[in-house]
Nanobody
């Protein structure tokens, strides 16, 4: 089993910044990729950003240039730095890790961008 602990969500004004963190623990072997998804009300869950163990990253087009994903392999932690936040970024953000044999999800953290 893999446990994921997320932190860093909250309420921020448009143009502001937030940093999400997700720490993985437990039976982590060959942790391949870590990433963040989000789900807004009435919409499907979408991949926001992902980073592999080799450092390869990919982002959904709507966040390119504003969000940065990074990871600390020694701590099995992934971060999502979110800058220039917009109201349309409002969603529940979920951490996801991919290991040999499957993937795991965090409980989700709410990000609300509103004035």
């Amino acid at each position: 089993q893999v446990q994921l602990v997320e932190s860093g969500g909250g309420l921020v004004q448009p143009g502001g910044s937030l940093r999400l963190s997700c720490a993985a623990s437990g039976s982590i072997f060959n942790l391949y990729a870590m990433g963040w998804y989000r789900q807004a009300p009435g919409k499907e869950r979408e991949l926001v950003a992902r980073i592999t163990s080799g450092g390869y990253t990919n982002y959904v087009d709507s966040v390119k240039g504003r969000f940065t994903i990074s990871r600390d392999n020694a701590k099995n932690t992934v971060y999502l730095q979110m800058n220039s936040l917009k109201p349309e970024d409002t969603a529940v953000y979920y951490c996801n890790v991919v290991v040999v044999g499957g993937d795991y999800w965090g409980q989700g953290t709410q990000v609300t961008v509103s004035s």
